[in-house]
């Protein structure tokens, strides 16, 4: 077994993924000393950052991690860990970790411009409830608003979406997936009736060609790319297209890189579905067999005015019309409109097109933070329905995932505002009536109508429509777009904000009340990734000082509310594990109540294509991929030869669309231009992100040495000929400026990314450049996902 030094980790910064032999040893006080093996106990957890689910062996000496490696029996990771993943026995330990309540007081009292005092649990949480009962009853349950996480456990998001939508009546509860996942989850219900992949890592094994739809994937899934790469070695003909905006890692192992225009994607897609059309390369006795052709509304709008609302209205066409409407995407306009010339619209025609390939589709961010990204999420189903491949190895349209369970927690449990657990809805009677007989509620308990999404749940905040606004596990004040309105907000009059958190950041800057969180190990937790598997694991050491895990703070509030009626369970059910340490939330009911929350959860899904293993199986193995049934897990969705919901004599059934007779939906959705341009005053586009160092706003790897040695701060990609026009040199600092903001940054040319000219991009882990002051708050009318990936901006020497 290999032992890294630390020149090896400081150089880490710059690979995607390291063997399974490889480990790192160190004392968590000093940020690295080489350790005995003598007395470490081992056991496994999921990785706490992207969604891809890596598992992780980690090692336990004297109550502290000293030591992870890549799990070599996970199927996900297979021993592999990405640079992130290696950093994971840094974060508990930061000297400025959280470890008691604050309160902002002044002579002893609460006061809102007061100073932080430490202050016990119990006198935190009864003046959030305090606050809470007060603006209940002076503006109703949707001025009370929770934002949450998918960096929740399981049963904290199911937790929450019982307290929020079962005991206090309201639908104003978000999570911070709403920015990274939504137009994928629309994309899944609206082609599919179901969400989630209907694939997994195993068609990596099987493709021919992967064709990334802005995804750097070098970066964001290292170990997945890693995959690919494996492919790539394996097959020699296997092609990786990389299609993006800016050049970055994924295409230094590409055999072709398509740079297009932002929002083009759009007109790229339909491109490819009138060539498959023209060269008679579609799968017409699948299209027969299986799919259906809508078209919905046009000219939809881009979300920027307060309390803005949108509801699609499909209607049924045909493959005729459906032809016509493709057809105008000759590959003259398409390289009018994207800058991708004939040549290469042509040849990814050809790879979706010829029956003896196979293709895998991957894109996550690019896509979904667009205010088409549902949209664009259809068209990319559009290609393999079109084509018949879907739902067999190797033949995937595969959405990636940013969080570690925005899948397993955020989509599957119901923790957006108009979602219940297992894809039901609040604005379905026969969902409502579901969740309150699992609940054990009075028939109309639960509102009806969805409030406030993401963006509109704080521009509520702003205008005084939502007063408590409550955010875990995320850093709401450092990652909204038009971040500036967003901040002034919350130190508005009459607003009370609270905010759960491991460390100090921008959002507890703007706090009433401070909450210190256990984090990942020190709580015992389950999350689900982007294939459909869900993973457990066990608390392993101890949070530091008073902190609590969300799924504690979450039924302590609601004791002070009066609900905690909500989490009581026959305790004789749930007895309290015996072979392993309890969790501070079973410790305090006095059983089991990971336990009784998951096997209480799992009936929503039983019978409904979102079966769920008993408890106790997750335990006992590296996960299972839902639909779960008779001990089986499900590797491929909608094809018989997999999936038990599906007959036999069906084949492939896409049971999910009942309206639709188990049928897929091809959609007719146009190009449409962004609501931003670049313009003589703003002449760049602007792109954020993230790197392969930091993990979405740095609150933890920031304060990981060596992460942040090899990426200490953010900077402005640019151009080189757009450098020399404005005379600058790596190192310059700039303002970069939109219509909403402007911020500092420096320079760097021919960096890992390299924009085209006239593209600029800022990475938003650091909270000194502020870059989501310039970002625009435009959204996706249909998932409600906001787009970060472009918006005018200028640039100017300081």
Request: proline share 5%; hydrophobic share 40%; charged share 20%.
């Amino acid at each position: 077994m290999q032992n890294i030094t630390r020149r090896d980790f400081l150089r880490m910064g710059s690979l995607s993924a390291l063997g399974a032999s490889a480990m790192v040893y160190c004392d968590p006080w000093e940020l690295f000393a080489d350790t005995a093996n003598d007395g470490v106990v081992w056991d496994k957890a999921p990785c706490r950052f992207c969604g891809t689910g890596c598992s992780v062996m980690v090692g336990v000496k004297d109550g502290k991690v000293i030591a992870v490696k890549g799990d070599p029996q996970s199927p996900v990771n297979q021993g592999c860990l990405c640079i992130k993943g290696y950093a994971l026995p840094f974060i508990s330990y930061g000297s400025d970790r959280l470890t008691k309540p604050l309160v902002r007081m002044k002579n002893g009292n609460y006061h809102r411009r007061g100073e932080w005092a430490e202050v016990s649990w119990d006198f935190a949480l009864e003046l959030m409830a305090e606050k809470a009962k007060q603006i209940i009853a002076q503006k109703g349950p949707s001025a009370v608003a929770m934002f949450g996480s998918g960096q929740w456990t399981i049963w904290e998001g199911y937790a929450a979406s019982k307290l929020w939508k079962g005991g206090l009546k309201s639908n104003s509860l978000e999570v911070n997936a709403r920015h990274c996942m939504a137009s994928a989850v629309a994309g899944f219900m609206t082609t599919f009736g179901m969400d989630e992949p209907m694939g997994c890592y195993d068609d990596f094994q099987h493709a021919d060609v992967f064709i990334l739809w802005g995804a750097n994937m070098a970066e964001m899934h290292p170990v997945l790319f890693s995959h690919v790469i494996k492919r790539l070695q394996a097959k020699p003909d296997a092609r990786l297209i990389n299609l993006t905006t800016i050049s970055n890692r994924s295409s230094d192992m590409a055999n072709a890189e398509i740079i297009f225009k932002p929002q083009s994607d759009l007109a790229i897609a339909n491109g490819i579905a009138h060539l498959l059309i023209q060269n008679n390369q579609l799968n017409t006795a699948f299209m027969r067999e299986h799919l259906v052709f809508k078209k919905g509304l046009e000219n939809i709008g881009y979300g920027l005015q307060d309390k803005f609302s949108f509801k699609d209205i499909p209607q049924l066409v045909d493959f005729e019309l459906y032809k016509t409407f493709v057809a105008h995407y000759t590959p003259e306009l398409v390289q009018q409109l994207s800058g991708v010339s004939p040549d290469a619209l042509k040849m990814l025609a050809n790879y979706y097109g010829d029956p003896k390939l196979k293709v895998m589709s991957l894109w996550t961010m690019g896509v979904n933070q667009h205010t088409r990204g549902t949209w664009m999420n259809n068209l990319i189903y559009n290609l393999h329905l079109l084509t018949g491949k879907i739902a067999t190895p190797g033949n995937a349209p595969f959405s990636l995932t940013g969080q570690p369970s925005a899948c397993g927690t955020c989509r599957e449990t119901g923790t957006f505002t108009h979602r219940l657990p297992a894809d039901m809805v609040v604005t379905d009677p026969e969902h409502r009536k579901t969740a309150e007989r699992i609940w054990k509620l009075a028939a109309g308990t639960i509102p009806d109508k969805p409030s406030y999404n993401a963006i509109e749940m704080m521009r509520a905040l702003d205008r005084g429509d939502v007063l408590f606004f409550w955010s875990s596990t995320s850093n709401p004040f450092q990652t909204y777009p038009n971040l500036r309105r967003y901040q002034a907000s919350a130190r508005k009059e009459g607003r009370f904000i609270v905010v759960s958190d491991v460390y100090p950041n921008s959002s507890t800057e703007h706090a009433d009340v401070v909450l210190p969180a256990a984090m990942w190990i020190e709580k015992e937790g389950a999350f689900g990734n982007a294939e459909r598997r869900t993973q457990f694991w066990k608390k392993m050491i101890a949070a530091p000082g008073e902190a609590k895990s969300d799924l504690w703070q979450i039924i302590e509030f609601a004791k002070k509310m009066g609900c905690g009626y909500l989490f009581d369970y026959a305790k004789a059910d749930y007895l309290l594990p015996a072979d392993y340490t309890s969790s501070d939330a079973s410790v305090a009911a006095g059983f089991y109540i990971e336990k009784a929350l998951f096997e209480e959860y799992r009936q929503f899904g039983l019978g409904h294509g979102h079966d769920l293993a008993p408890f106790a199986e997750y335990h006992q193995r590296r996960g299972m991929r839902w639909p779960v049934v008779n001990g089986k897990e499900t590797a491929i969705r909608y094809n018989s030869d997999y999936d038990p919901y599906v007959a036999k004599e069906k084949k492939i059934q896409f049971y999910g669309n009942k309206k639709d007779g188990g049928k897929a939906v091809v959609w007719l959705r146009p190009y449409e231009m962004p609501p931003e341009l670049p313009d003589a005053e703003y002449p760049f586009w602007l792109c954020t992100g993230r790197v392969l160092e930091h993990w979405h706003s740095g609150t933890m790897t920031r304060r990981v040495r060596q992460l942040y040695r090899a990426y200490p701060h953010a900077t402005v990609n640019i151009h080189a000929n757009d450098a020399k026009k404005l005379s600058l040199k790596n190192g310059d600092q700039v303002k970069i400026s939109s219509r909403r903001g402007g911020i500092h940054v420096c320079v760097e040319i021919n960096g890992r990314v390299k924009p085209p000219a006239g593209t600029l991009y800022v990475p938003f882990f650091d909270e000194s450049v502020a870059i989501n002051e310039v970002t625009l708050d435009a959204y996706c009318p249909i998932s409600c996902q906001a787009d970060f990936k472009k918006c005018a901006v200028k640039v100017e020497k300081v």
